[in-house]
């Protein structure tokens, strides 16, 4: 939890990136929803998969998306197209603040 609301923070979302943040909601479901980032272990995901969960990242509601890791290239191209100007960049020595 910070100031400007819930950071959530995937070391490689292998269960499921939307079924990780559920989880998180479901324990926390009135706090503010600020930015999710890390590995969404989507670089293997069938296209079918890839749209769903770009589309329920997409509503969400997290201000902020900053996928890394094991996301994968087409998953980022294709969470920075659905989500314009709620993406950021997670190259190593990135900093961000909250």
Do not use: K, N
């Not at 950071?7 to 979302?13: E, F, R, T």
């Not at 749209?51 to 902020?64: N, P, Q």
């Amino acid at each position: 939890e910070t100031p400007a609301g819930r950071v959530v923070i995937l070391g490689c979302a292998h269960r499921g990136v939307v079924a990780t943040l559920d989880q998180i909601a479901a324990l926390r479901p009135t706090a503010r929803l600020q930015a999710v980032m890390g590995g969404m272990h989507l670089r293997s995901a069938a296209p079918s998969a890839l749209r769903w969960t770009v589309d329920a990242l997409r509503h969400s509601g997290y201000e902020r998306l900053v996928p890394a890791h094991c996301s994968g290239l087409p998953a980022i191209a294709a969470l920075w197209a659905a989500c314009p100007g709620r993406c950021s960049e997670a190259g190593v020595g990135t900093t961000l603040s909250f």
